[in-house]
């Protein structure tokens, strides 16, 4: 599904990554992992092309994701990659229906399909009862929810989540593990996620770790691989 090759990133003389080369097969929950300051979200940026990498191979089903630039590759980013930012990111002034329901409405898609999907995420997330309130009137394990509800809103082929559970207790961090499998076993949902938590990574299908910028060891894979 997601093939990176040979993916080299440096900022001004530090190399931060190094000749990565990975594949993310559908519906795979995979960890990157590695001590502060080894390049996970580095990483993760450039996989879900929020960063260019100086060199390398990345592909998404096939499409050469370099080779995008400007709008195009802002559309297939809304259309296909869904991504969890580590605070949420949420819009202080909308609404939780809103904040989910914003990259569908920037697709142009007709807003009363947007918003009926929208709802249905949050009643998946047990969230319903949340839909009118702001991100300051939740709590950190609602806003994080909310942010998963909005990465998924288009569909994406993949998401990608920054220390999904770093700003988490371990009540609501338990709670988004169990989502987060929900969503692979029910819907075949592909998730990527940079973590410092170890009860996390070792959930997730497969673990990635990363020291100094280059992937030294990969675990084990037990299910079936899909492209």
Do not use: W
């Not at 092309?49 to 297939?76: C, I, N, W, Y």
């Not at 202080?92 to 920037?106: D, H, K, Q, R, S």
């Not at 999907?117 to 909310?146: C, F, I, T, W, Y």
């Not at 909005?150 to 989540?161: E, M, Y």
């Amino acid at each position: 599904m997601l093939v990176a090759q040979g993916i080299n990133k440096h900022y001004g003389n530090l190399r931060a990554l190094q000749d990565i080369d990975l594949t993310v097969y559908k519906s795979e929950v995979v960890a990157i992992t590695g001590a502060s300051g080894a390049g996970k979200s580095t990483l993760l940026h450039v996989l879900a092309t929020l960063e260019r990498p100086d060199g390398g191979l990345l592909q998404l089903d096939g499409v050469d994701l370099l080779a995008l630039h400007g709008k195009k590759l802002a559309s297939f980013r809304n259309h296909s990659i869904g991504f969890v930012f580590q605070l949420y990111n949420l819009l202080p002034e909308f609404t939780t229906l809103e904040n989910v329901c914003m990259p569908g409405y920037i697709r142009g898609d007709v807003k009363n399909e947007v918003e009926n999907r929208g709802r249905s995420l949050l009643a998946l997330l047990n969230l319903s009862d949340r839909s009118q309130h702001k991100p300051a009137e939740l709590s950190g394990g609602e806003q994080q929810r909310v942010a998963v509800a909005r990465a998924l809103i288009n569909s994406p082929k993949i998401v990608f989540a920054d220390e999904p559970s770093g700003s988490l207790d371990s009540r609501n961090a338990a709670a988004l593990y169990a989502l987060l499998f929900k969503l692979r076993d029910e819907t075949g949902q592909t998730f990527v996620l940079a973590t410092h938590d170890q009860a996390l990574a070792d959930m997730t299908d497969r673990q990635l770790l990363i020291q100094d910028g280059k992937l030294v060891s990969e675990s084990t894979f037990a299910r079936e691989k899909v492209l």
